[in-house]
């Protein structure tokens, strides 16, 4: 029996990768602006984050990736509604003030609900997904034109003073 343990462990060992160091890059937006409405009831902000702070190598894979974002104003009673999209083109915040707006996916590629117990629990942390979109601006940085976060629950009023809350964690390895 102990030969068969054995040899199971050594047939693991075989084909688990090897990781050789692991890091967390935590960010904060380094562009941050509300859209303008456009009468839909819809609050859009665009959030672009600088990954050079992310060591580079072979092997790199993202292990997680969430944009976290906690924000006051969030209805304790209702169920508020998040949406991530991903910029298509570059933008700066003084090109959205004189022009007003950004493109932008039209389906959402993450979204996020706070229930009333997830309030109670978290208060009013927004926590979504962007592993998939890391991992692609990890291989081509240059399509890294940041996000925009929709969500009818929040007025821009609520969020104008919140925005440099926003983090972006990427939790990623090295394996051989």
Request: hydrophobic share 45%; glycine share 10%.
């Amino acid at each position: 029996m102990k030969y068969v343990s054995i040899g199971v462990l050594l047939s693991l060992l075989l084909v688990m990768p090897v990781v050789a160091g692991a890091d967390v890059l935590k960010v904060a937006p380094t562009q941050a602006v509300i859209l303008p409405g456009d009468g839909s009831g819809v609050t859009r902000v665009a959030l672009l984050f600088d990954l050079s702070g992310m060591r580079g190598g072979s092997g790199r894979k993202i292990n997680a990736a969430h944009l976290q974002w906690s924000i006051t104003g969030v209805s304790a009673n209702e169920r508020s509604e998040f949406f991530l999209h991903e910029a298509t083109s570059a933008w700066t915040e003084a090109q959205v003030a004189a022009e007003g707006n950004i493109d932008y996916t039209e389906d959402p590629v993450a979204g996020w609900e706070i229930e009333p117990l997830d309030y109670e629990r978290n208060g009013g942390l927004v926590k979504l997904d962007v592993k998939k979109l890391i991992q692609e601006w990890c291989e081509t940085p240059s399509g890294n034109y940041g996000v925009v976060v929709a969500t009818t629950d929040l007025s821009s009023l609520t969020l104008t003073n919140q925005l440099e809350n926003a983090r972006l964690v990427v939790r990623y390895a090295f394996y051989k």
